[in-house]
C-alpha cells in the first residue's frame, strides 16, 4: 500500500538539540526544554499553564501532599503568597505542624538518609527520609507551642465550631505574633495575606493529637468537616474561573478536585467543574496510586468542565524537583497579583452557595 505523500506530523515542530549557555534564564530553560521531549516537554507545558492560571486571573488553589514544607520547601510556597498567585490551600495537617518549626527555630536538620534508625531512636531523633528532627527540642517543643496556642485563643477558638480554614487562620495569626521568624512560616504567610487554609482530614496529624490532650485539660475545640466541605465548595462556586496545583497526590488533591461533585453531585446545582488543573506526581494510574482519578478521568466525575491538554498538565515526577522550576517561572514572567483575601469573602462565597440550592 503506498503511503501517503503528506505526513502526518507535518506542521509538527522540529526537534533540534539546542544548547545550554553560560547565564541563561528560567525562562529561557523552560523553553529549551519544551523544545525536547519526554517529561521535560510536560513540564515545559506545565509551567506555561500556571503562567495562564495566574494571568487570566484563576481563583488558584495549592494542594500540599508529602513532606516537602517539612524538608524547607515552605520557602517557595511563601513567595508565591507574597506575589498573589496563590489564592487558597489545602495541606495536610502534618505540613502545617512541621512549617511551624521554622518560624519557632526549632531543628530540623538534613541528614544522610542511610543511617541506623535504631540508634535514632536510642538518641531520641527521627526522621521524614533525609530530614532530621529532634523528639524533644522540636516535636514536643511544637506540641507544647501549639498547646500554648490553643490555651491562649481558647475564647475565639471555642464560641462556634470551626472549620479548619479557621483554625489555620487565627494560628497563622498568632504564629505571625509569637514566633521569632514568622517569615519562615506559610501558614503566618497565608494568614497575612488572608488565605484560606484547609487541612486534608482533620485527625491525621500532630496538631489534632494535641487538641484532644487541650480537650481534655479543660479547652475544648469543635472542628467541622461538613464546614470544610461546604466552605471549599464555596469557593469553587463563587469563583468564575478557577486554577488546581497539586504538588503530589493523596488528600488534599481529592480536597480540592471534589468542590466541584460536591456542588454539582451532592448539593444539586448546576456546575461544570474547575477550568484548569496541573498536578505534579510520581503516582500511576494503573494500581490505582491516582485514587482513579487522572484528570481525564476526573472529568468525568464533574471535576474539570473537560479533558483538554491545555487546560490540564499531569507532570509525572518528584515535586521538590519540579515545583521550583514552575515558581521560579512564573516569578520571573508574571506581574504580580494583589491578594484576593478570601478570608474577608467567606461570609459571602457561603451566602452564593446557600442560595444556589
Known amino acids: 500500500m503506498p503511503h501517503k505523500t503528506t505526513s502526518y506530523f507535518e506542521g509538527a515542530p522540529d526537534i533540534l538539540p539546542v544548547t545550554l549557555t553560560k547565564g541563561m534564564t528560567i525562562s529561557e530553560l523552560i523553553s529549551l ?5 519526554f517529561e521535560a516537554r510536560v513540564v515545559a507545558r506545565g509551567a506555561h499553564l500556571l503562567r495562564r492560571m495566574i494571568e487570566s486571573d484563576d481563583a488558584i488553589w495549592l494542594g500540599i501532599a508529602g513532606a516537602g514544607v517539612a524538608g524547607g520547601m515552605g520557602g517557595q510556597i511563601i513567595s508565591l503568597i507574597e506575589a498573589g498567585f496563590i489564592d487558597v490551600i489545602c495541606s495536610t495537617g502534618a505540613q502545617v505542624y512541621h512549617d511551624l518549626h521554622f518560624a519557632f527555630g526549632l531543628p530540623v536538620k538534613a541528614i544522610n538518609p542511610h543511617t541506623d534508625d535504631n540508634l535514632l531512636r536510642r538518641l531520641g531523633d527521627t526522621r521524614i527520609y533525609d530530614i532530621g528532627i529532634r523528639e524533644k527540642e522540636t516535636l514536643e517543643a511544637q506540641d507544647e507551642l501549639i498547646r500554648q496556642f490553643v490555651r491562649e485563643k481558647h475564647d475565639v477558638l471555642s464560641r462556634n465550631s470551626l472549620s479548619s480554614w479557621e483554625f489555620n487562620y487565627h494560628l497563622g495569626r498568632w504564629v505571625d505574633e509569637k514566633a521569632p521568624k514568622p517569615q519562615h512560616s506559610y501558614v503566618a504567610a497565608a494568614a497575612r495575606s488572608g488565605i484560606p487554609l484547609f487541612w486534608d ?11 484532644a490532650r487541650t480537650d481534655r485539660e479543660g479547652y475544648p475545640i469543635v ?15 463563587s469563583n468564575p474561573q478557577t486554577g488546581f496545583v497539586e504538588l503530589g497526590g493523596g488528600g488534599p488533591k481529592n480536597f480540592i478536585q471534589q468542590t466541584g461533585p460536591t456542588i454539582s453531585q451532592i448539593l444539586g446545582i448546576t456546575f461544570e467543574g474547575a477550568e484548569r488543573g496541573l498536578q505534579i506526581t510520581t503516582a500511576v494510574e494503573r494500581e490505582g496510586s491516582l485514587s482513579s482519578c487522572t484528570f481525564a478521568e476526573a472529568v468525568t466525575w464533574g471535576k474539570y468542565k473537560q479533558a483538554d491538554e491545555d487546560k490540564l498538565v499531569q507532570i509525572w515526577g518528584e515535586y521538590s524537583i519540579i515545583f521550583p522550576l514552575l515558581a521560579a517561572f512564573v516569578l520571573n514572567e508574571c506581574s504580580i497579583r494583589e491578594p484576593k483575601r478570601f478570608v474577608n469573602e467567606m461570609p459571602r462565597f457561603s451566602k452564593n452557595l446557600e442560595n444556589a440550592r
Not at 482530614?201 to 487538641?211: E, F, P, R, V
Not at 461538613?226 to 466552605?231: A, G, N, P, V
Open 33 to 37: 526544554m519544551g523544545a525536547t521531549s
Open 223 to 237: 472542628l467541622s468537616g461538613q464546614q470544610d466541605i461546604f466552605s471549599s465548595a464555596a469557593i469553587t462556586f
Open 201 to 211: 482530614s482533620l485527625s491525621n496529624h500532630s496538631i489534632a493529637m494535641n487538641l
